[in-house]
């Protein structure tokens, strides 16, 4: 799970996967602390991947995979490379950007919209992320 590798290395537990097809173009888990990038998120990671393996920043018709809802960075770049489909687990009350703090796929200055689907997985990835900051403090 590419949400455990970020915890391992000491990073927020938050993992992603580009599909499409079927097939995984990119994937990703959080490691701005270890390469010193605060850009460096679960998703950015697995949409940098996913856009070198087709030679194209946009990544029509796939599916992301995320463990919790996307910061206003990375459904910003999510918007931008038109990916078809956001599917997370649990939502960011306080950072979220597609349902919670922002909803940044109904701003009518984007001009791509994103299917999503929240909740995939929801209590399993909220403990997770839990556990990591109740252990962390």
Do not use: W
């Not at 995320?66 to 956001?86: D, F, K, Q, S, W």
């Not at 995939?120 to 992320?129: D, F, H, K």
């Amino acid at each position: 799970m590419l949400a455990r590798t970020a915890e391992t290395a000491g990073e927020v537990p938050i993992g992603a996967v580009l599909v499409k097809n079927g097939e995984i173009l990119g994937e990703g888990h959080n490691q701005p602390i270890s390469t010193h990038d605060p850009t460096a998120h679960a998703e950015i990671v697995a949409l940098r991947a996913a856009g070198a393996r087709l030679g194209n920043y946009r990544l029509v018709d796939t599916t992301l995979y995320v463990t919790l809802e996307p910061c206003a960075m990375c459904m910003g770049a999510i918007l931008h490379a038109r990916v078809g489909r956001l599917v997370f687990g649990a939502a960011d009350p306080r950072r979220g950007a597609a349902i919670s703090a922002l909803r940044l796929n109904e701003a009518e200055f984007m001009n791509h919209r994103v299917e999503l689907l929240e909740g995939v997985l929801a209590e399993e990835c909220s403990q997770l992320l839990r556990d990591f900051f109740r252990n962390r403090r």
